[in-house]
């Protein structure tokens, strides 16, 4: 009957980039770095090392005598993916034992639901035996409280006979396929705020200075640089609220505080857009935002935006189209009619044939369609 405990901090050191420190029966570092993140590319894709100087998952499972109290060290590769319900993480690590590397598979699935619940399972192949773990996990910010049952196996299998076994086997001499539990307490903490800096005010100047002259064009490039930063800063937060479902009145809020800026705003919002060089989610923010006001004006952005490579932002792209209902918007909802992916497609065909309005003159793009504009965008 062992009950082993484990603190660990974990801070970033940059933006892809963290380094760990676990204590228990001993001091074990690790690091891990973040090389292809889902939102700019396919999945996500890291790396890491842990376990250096201390086996503290042999410790906690009690099977620290196979290696000693020192530890080389174990070094693994993973890759994650998120789709709607559930996210999928699979990983290998391999670390030295009797003079070859020991390598183990990882696989592990987790609800994606966007609540402040889920369960999970993990497994992974160790030892000739497959070692399981199932747990769930809720989160009450700034806290996440996780519990479930370790080697599940060993719950549900014993020999070849099905049941519910949570007594430890007789021969047990460590935790690995023994039926166990587990509870986690994880806590962010803030980052600190930092001091700011006392304005040290200049004694006053009494002898006379010629008046400075302010270059205009410099003046607003200055203003242009500002503007975007901010805008930058703002959608990136939007981007955070969309990413976890945060309330639809406070982004509302947000997007009509970015619109205030009247015509100078929207301009930086379309550059943003616009931009191949920014995030996918600050673009697909900055065109959501221009949607709440889209113009006839806007048509030549919609058309560049509706032939961008993102289906996000071809899909905003036919509902603002859509909203529009007027010009050459059905042509180039014609174009989205024929969209390999298929909500652009679909979300294309609905605009063309809306109840609302009666057809224009047909296009060749319109492959048989009749252009309608689309029911008013709630």
């Given at each position: ?87 999928v993480r699979t990983a290998v ?90 509870i986690s307490v994880s806590l ?50 939007l981007a955070v609220r969309a ?136």
């Open positions: 009957m062992r009950h082993p405990w484990a603190v660990r901090l974990e801070t970033s050191v940059a933006s892809r980039l963290s380094m760990e420190a676990t204590l228990s029966d001993g001091i074990g570092i690790g690091t891990k770095a973040a090389l292809v993140r889902e939102a700019d590319g396919p999945l996500d894709l890291s790396l890491g090392f842990d376990e250096l100087l201390y086996p503290m998952e042999k410790q906690m499972f009690g099977d620290v005598s196979k290696s000693g109290l020192v530890s080389t060290g174990r070094a693994w590769l993973g890759a994650a993916q998120t789709w709607d319900f559930v996210r690590s391999t670390e030295p034992a009797s003079g070859n590397f020991h390598v183990v598979p990882h696989l592990a699935f987790e609800t994606a639901f966007h609540l402040p619940f889920s369960v999970g399972w993990e497994a992974r192949w160790e030892e000739n035996s497959l070692r399981q773990d199932v747990g769930a996990s809720l989160e009450w910010r700034p806290f996440r409280i996780s519990g479930g049952l370790s080697e599940f196996q060993a719950w549900i299998l014993r020999g070849w006979s099905l049941g519910w076994h949570s007594a430890p086997p007789a021969d047990a001499a460590t935790g690995i396929d023994n039926p166990g539990w587990w962010d903490i803030p980052s600190f705020p930092k001091k700011e800096r006392q304005e040290i005010i200049p004694p006053p100047v009494t002898e006379p200075k010629p008046a400075a002259t302010l270059d205009t064009q410099v003046l607003a490039a200055m203003t242009d640089a500002v503007r975007m930063r901010f805008l930058r800063e703002e959608l990136a937060e990413r976890y479902s945060s309330s639809p009145f406070s982004m509302i809020i947000l997007r009509k505080r970015i619109l205030s800026g009247g015509p100078a705003a929207r301009m930086s919002l379309w550059k943003i857009g616009l931009d191949t060089s920014v995030q996918l989610d600050e673009r697909l923010q900055a065109v959501v935002t221009l949607s709440d006001a889209v113009t006839l004006s806007d048509t030549a952005a919609l058309e560049r935006i509706a032939r961008d490579p993102a289906p996000a932002l071809r899909l905003e792209s036919a509902v603002d189209l859509g909203h529009l209902g007027a010009g050459p918007s059905f042509r180039i909802l014609g174009q989205l009619a024929q969209d390999p992916d298929e909500a652009v497609r679909e979300t294309a065909k609905a605009s063309l044939v809306g109840p609302d309005k009666g057809p224009p003159e047909k296009t060749p793009a319109d492959n048989g369609l009749s252009e309608k504009a689309p029911p008013e965008k709630k």
